[in-house]
């Protein structure tokens, strides 16, 4: 079933390219830059990804970053997961990134932006990839600050096709950041936005009616607010969920327990998506697989899943 999944054309739209930093290449680039990680080697870094929340992973996330700093960095970074989308056959993906990340650290927004837009160029041009960045806000920063980051990205306008909030959900909901969103959407960017993973079904309801995404990213929670699941079908607005990182989180305590099928069977457009995969211990493939193995999805569902991720792409 793996392999026959793995040939399944398919479209990744929830994935973090920070959070594709496999270990490997975390020590590499930390020897090209002289960095000492806390960690003896490979080995002792990878078990260290055991979290038992969001926080904690975010902790890890940030710390791992602090390894990129070169727009060489930031391509063999993105370089790598286009690589495994191209052996997983993820024919399109629309990528995160994470600008705040990085201008905080000192990191100028355009090196970020080069490296990462000139693995994107190459990947279509050698892999046959197509892709549409997504630049996201960090939400458990400032509006102000997310301000700042759109007027930094304004100037490379071309290289991203909507703006996207994501990092600590709880105590951070949409409505803080509808303000920037008006004004991204004024310029012509789509918004998606996380929403429903730890933070309450109401959080989704802001992001629909308040920044007007046109994506959920997770949602699983919605499954706790009827009348949304309602508007979720009526309207077919795509949930991009990560099963992985769902049960790595704890959202969920065990596979067996996510109702990702249950809301593609109620008419929910969901998508299967790897989210951080270096973290999460898997690309999308194996999140694939997961639903096989846990909750016995079959191959009818296995192409609707795939089918919804190629519907919902921002960029045809």
Request: proline letters at 4%; glycine letters at 6%.
């Amino acid at each position: 079933m793996y392999d026959w999944l793995n040939a399944l054309p398919k479209a990744e739209l929830h994935l973090h390219l920070e959070g594709t930093l496999e270990p490997e290449l975390m020590f590499m680039l930390a020897e090209r830059h002289g960095v000492r990680l806390p960690f003896a080697d490979v080995e002792a870094l990878r078990q260290a990804y055991s979290f038992n929340n969001l926080q904690e992973f975010l902790d890890l996330y940030y710390q791992g970053a602090d390894v990129l700093r070169t727009e060489q960095d930031f391509y063999d970074l993105t370089w790598a997961y286009l690589l495994k989308c191209k052996e997983q056959n993820v024919v399109h993906t629309e990528p995160f990134f994470d600008p705040q990340t990085h201008t905080d650290r000192g990191i100028p927004f355009e090196v970020v932006l080069n490296g990462i837009t000139q693995a994107l160029k190459d990947g279509e041009q050698k892999l046959g990839i197509k892709s549409g960045l997504i630049l996201s806000f960090l939400r458990h920063l400032s509006e102000e600050e997310a301000f700042k980051t759109f007027e930094q990205a304004l100037p490379f306008r071309d290289a991203f096709v909507a703006v996207g909030l994501d990092s600590s959900e709880v105590g951070h909901p949409p409505s803080k950041f509808k303000r920037v969103f008006d004004r991204a959407r004024s310029e012509g960017f789509a918004a998606v936005a996380h929403a429903g993973e730890e933070g309450p079904p109401s959080y989704i309801w802001e992001a629909l009616d308040l920044l007007n995404v046109v994506r959920i990213d997770h949602g699983v929670r919605a499954v706790e607010d009827e009348r949304l699941m309602h508007r979720l079908i009526d309207q077919q607005i795509p949930l991009t969920v990560c099963p992985l990182s769902n049960t790595k989180l704890r959202v969920f305590d065990d596979m067996s327990q996510h109702n990702i099928l249950t809301l593609l069977e109620r008419g929910v457009k969901v998508t299967v998506n790897s989210d951080d995969p270096a973290y999460f211990g898997g690309y999308v493939t194996e999140n694939f697989a997961a639903l096989h193995e846990s909750l016995g999805m079959t191959e009818a569902q296995a192409k609707r899943l795939a089918q919804n991720s190629l519907d919902a792409r921002l960029v045809i």
